[in-house]
């Protein structure tokens, strides 16, 4: 672990303080990609959580249409300000993502934006050539191009059923051919930048930048979650996941530009403790919290865009003027979210960033709402520890059962949860979900079976 100490690609301002605020009041910061020498957004728009017309995401209204006039108007707004990386994938938004997302750019010129998109060969059906291959195709198709600027290798690292990262690997890229074909189609130009996203076992991340080294495949960038609890505490919060500063370090040192993924960690560093908040406001009052994480995440030398998934107008808006320009973080603030990072990590939260691959649930369980609710109550300190008959108990019981049943109904809460383990492998994190469905369900029996 990298621990408090800057690495050499962060370098923050030295000043103590920040002069004035100034979000906002210029232009789009731009990065340079050193392979094509395109000038790329800070802010990267990620569409994995567009607006459905009957409000909010398909999270919330899984059988609602996307919003394909919000999604053109916001698409607009972002380009019309700087933004113009956005990043989507064939799984995305129940698999209609690339559809809408090639819909809004298309009414732009093509030189005018990057694509990103992904091989999200997941399942094991579609691990045969001919269907990954068919998954390239279609991207095309739905994003309505003849090539695309980032393709990534989807989410490597993680496992799947029966087999561990570095076997889910072998299966999905190598046994079959597709990475070389993927390659065949850079040197075609049907993809200009070919990298990957990294989640999980770090053997399959060293061994992909060790060929890197040896010139088996050249990785024009790579995906990483980075974040400031992540940058040293990834480890500790879930073994399977290395530390943001440990992946940064590797990339920087190549010179592999880095994009960015999870800069506010699913939400959870836009949602914090009051006494958190309380720091931050003492720095800069009218600052909001979420705006230190994106910050901290688009100050390393070498991040190419930081992803932002932006449901909403007000979203989008607040993103583009933290990065308009991106003001450098003092040494000083650096080391405050380094101390903020602690006090988090030691409130021993559930790591779920809400993306929701482990979704659909075959019980019909809501996982990702279970985890919000949890982790909100940790926040707010409306988690209950100890069968007392103070007040304090009583009200904090009040709060998380209430909560509980007003934010999961009652038949996909987590006594529904039967072990199967079909969603572990999806986690990008890691996390051991039925464990956690057991854990959580035990807490509330053992609330409800103490005083009323």
């Given amino acids: ?32 990609n050193p392979n094509t020498g395109d000038k790329v957004s800070l802010l990267g728009y990620g569409m994995m959580r567009l607006p459905v017309e009957a409000g909010g995401t398909m999270r919330e209204n899984p059988d609602s249409p996307i919003d394909q006039e919000m999604v053109n108007r916001q698409v607009d707004y972002a380009l019309e300000h700087g933004v113009n990386y956005f990043d989507t994938a064939p799984v995305y938004c129940q698999g ?17 934006y990057f694509i990103a998109t992904k091989m999200s060969n997941f399942a094991p059906a579609s691990w045969n050539r001919a269907d990954s291959e068919a998954i390239f195709e279609n991207s095309l198709k739905e994003l309505q191009t003849d090539y695309v600027d980032y393709l990534l290798l989807h989410s490597v690292g993680n496992a799947s059923e029966n087999m561990d990262g570095m076997q889910t690997f072998q299966a999905r890229y190598l046994d079959n051919g597709i990475l070389d074909w993927l390659v065949e189609q850079k040197s075609k130009g049907r993809i200009r930048n070919l990298g990957f996203s990294y989640h999980g076992d770090v053997r399959v991340f060293d061994m992909l930048l060790k060929w890197h080294d040896e010139k088996k495949y050249h990785w024009d960038f790579v995906q990483i979650e980075l974040n400031y609890l992540d940058w040293d505490f990834a480890d500790e919060i879930n073994n399977r996941n290395a530390d943001a500063s440990y992946l940064y370090e590797e990339l920087h040192k190549r010179g592999i530009p880095a994009v960015i993924m999870e800069p506010l960690l699913g939400g959870r560093l836009a949602d914090l403790p009051e006494f958190i908040v309380k720091h931050l406001h003492e720095q800069e009052p009218e600052t909001p919290v979420s705006r230190w994480a994106f910050r901290f995440a688009g100050n390393p030398e070498g991040v190419l865009t930081v992803l932002s998934g932006m449901t909403y107008m007000e979203h989008l808006k607040e993103n583009v003027a933290t990065y308009s320009p991106l003001r450098p973080l003092t040494a000083e603030e650096h080391d405050l979210l380094m101390r903020i990072a602690k006090e988090i990590f030691q409130l021993k939260n559930i790591p779920c960033t809400g993306c929701s691959y482990c979704m659909p649930c075959p019980f019909g369980i809501d996982i990702p709402a279970i985890f919000s609710h949890y982790n909100k109550c940790v926040n707010e300190g409306n988690l209950p520890l100890t069968d007392t008959h103070d007040k304090a108990f009583r009200k904090a019981r009040q709060v998380f059962l209430v909560g509980y049943d007003r934010s999961v109904p009652k038949l996909r809460q987590a006594d529904h949860c039967i072990g199967c383990n079909k969603c572990v492998s999806h986690c990008p994190q890691g996390i051991s979900i039925p464990e956690e469905m057991q854990r959580i369900n035990s807490y509330v029996e053992s609330l409800k079976q103490s005083i009323s």
Avoid: F, Y
């Avoid at 408090?4 to 002069?19: E, I, T």
């Avoid at 209609?96 to 005018?112: C, D, V, Y």
């Fill in 1 to 32: 672990m990298a621990g408090s100490v800057l690495l050499s690609g962060c370098r923050p301002d030295n000043r103590q303080k920040s002069d004035s605020i100034i979000d906002g009041q210029g232009e789009m910061t731009l990065r340079t």
């Fill in 96 to 112: 209609k993502s690339e559809h809408s997302t090639g819909i809004a750019l298309a009414r732009h010129p093509r030189n005018s």
